[in-house]
């Protein structure tokens, strides 16, 4: 499986509403990633759902997406589609 299957189901609408809503409930202060430049509505995500495990998994490599790492992907501009 690559990133062009999870891309095909991606509906921006629903990620805009879910990005909303974990922005209600997670607190900005509360958002850390050590040496790592994420984008808000990412980071927010990210912390909503692993909390302190989030850092740890923007580093390694995801078999999902043919074991690249996330913060790499967001590096790049097809990885931040």
Known sequence: MDLDVFLKAFHNEHSLKFVETCNEIVDANDIKFVDIIV??????VLYWRLKNHANNWLLKPVPALNFE???????????KK
């Open 39 to 44: 984008p808000r509505d990412i980071a927010t």
């Open 69 to 79: 790492r996330p913060i790499d992907l967001l590096k790049s501009d097809d990885g």
